[in-house]
Nanobody, 124 residues
């Protein structure tokens, strides 16, 4: 599975962005998909995840609950991260990742495939 993230950019605090991650290769629908982020000088952290197939299950880190929404469109082999009310603390490189099992969805080391990252910069 090859993952391509896009949609990052510069936005003012309070603004919105929508990130996309498009997959190619093996069957996309069967993969659990997630977003991680890495801020300057910090470790990469889990942001949001969505279960395979229908995407009925989602998970978010506490700091983005009610602010970010993850979704998937299997027909387009794409997941999205809708980010609203952005804050300077949301500045980071955002990565999409894929794996087969929903267990340990927040664990960085449990993922098999990674995209190249897209930079989100939120100005104050």
């Amino acid at each position: 599975v090859q993952l391509q993230a896009s949609g990052g950019g510069l936005v003012q605090a309070g603004g919105s962005l929508r990130l996309s991650c498009t997959a190619s290769g093996r069957t996309f629908s069967g993969y659990v998909m997630s977003w991680f982020r890495q801020a300057p000088g910090k470790e990469r952290e889990f942001v949001a995840g969505i279960s395979s197939w229908s995407g009925i299950n989602t998970d978010y880190t506490d700091s983005v609950k009610g602010q970010f929404t993850i979704s998937r469109d299997n027909a387009k082999n794409t997941i999205y991260l809708q980010m609203n009310s952005l804050k300077p603390d949301d500045t980071a490189v955002y990565y999409c990742a894929a794996k087969e099992s929903y267990s340990r969805i927040t664990v960085l080391g449990s993922y098999d495939y990674w995209g190249q990252g897209t930079l989100v910069t939120v100005s104050s």
